[in-house]
């Protein structure tokens, strides 16, 4: 497939309950539950549990309806916003937080976070205390000047972003605008977090391949730097598993402040 017939993730539409089977599942056809799921956890897990983030609003972007990085901010923050740019996943993340028939099973993710097998009473006491944090769910648009506007948010004490400048961005200009808002976001000295992967050209969701923006380590230290941060972590992985539906070489996780 030629790359000018691919999609892009903010423009087209595409089936979010596909995306969420694809890379969050527990199916054994899911991409790489360790570069998707453990990397980011154990990640988020270790610069939380340090204490340096101040513990009370947190707002997360985030592409399709993901949630798995957000069960360990739940123990860290009081207030979690999460932001969507899709109605559609807007509505398959509150099918889950509603406890609604047919919502997306996240229990394996839950398992990961407590490390637990058979304790059941300490799984069903971690999704009730996820669900309860993402009571805030709501509609952005990263084309405006004022991605909320007309809201007013509380200015947050860190912002999380997984993926989503991978997918939303065409070329470097692109991924400084949208990095510059998101920016906009935190309070003065606030945190940012960035979990992308890296020189990633396309992802797939069922038959049809999106666009993704290429980008290397070294470029993701330089775009926050441009932004006034101070990085204080910076891991990257290689990538455990090859197949077709997407083709990047490494995840990286960052978090730095301002």
């Keep these: ?60 972007l985030s592409p399709g309806s993901t949630v798995h990085h957000l069960f360990a901010a739940c123990d860290f923050f009081k207030h979690i916003i999460v932001l969507k740019m899709r109605d559609s996943c807007i509505m398959e993340l509150k099918r889950w937080v509603d406890e609604r028939t047919g919502a997306f099973d996240w229990g394996h993710v839950t398992k990961l976070h407590v490390n637990v097998q058979e304790n059941r009473d300490l799984l069903q006491e971690k999704e009730v205390k996820v669900r309860s944090a993402l009571q805030h769910v709501l509609k952005c648009d990263l084309e405006k000047e004022d991605i909320m506007d007309p809201i007013v948010l509380p200015p947050a004490d860190c912002v999380i972003s997984f993926l989503l400048l991978d997918v939303i961005s065409k070329d470097q200009d692109d991924y400084m605008r949208y990095l510059k808002k998101l920016s906009r976001l935190l309070k003065p000295g606030g945190h940012i977090i960035l979990i992308g992967c890296l020189d990633m050209t396309y992802y797939t969701i069922g038959k049809d391949k999106f666009c993704a923006f290429s980008y290397d380590e070294e470029f993701a230290r330089k775009a926050l730097s441009g932004e006034g941060f101070i990085i204080d972590r910076c891991e990257v992985k290689m990538r455990t598993s090859v197949n077709d539906h997407v083709d990047y070489k490494a995840i990286i996780f960052i978090a730095a402040h301002r």
């Excluded at 999609?7 to 790489?32: A, N, T, V, W």
């Excluded at 549990?49 to 513990?55: A, L, M, S, V």
């Design 1 to 60: 497939m030629d790359s000018s017939t691919y999609k892009f993730y903010h423009e087209d539409d595409f089936d979010s309950r596909q995306h969420l089977e694809g890379y969050m599942s527990e199916s054994p056809d899911m991409i790489s539950e360790e570069d998707s799921l453990i990397f980011p956890i154990e990640n988020l897990t270790k610069t939380f549990t340090k204490g340096h983030i101040k513990r009370d609003v947190l707002i997360d």
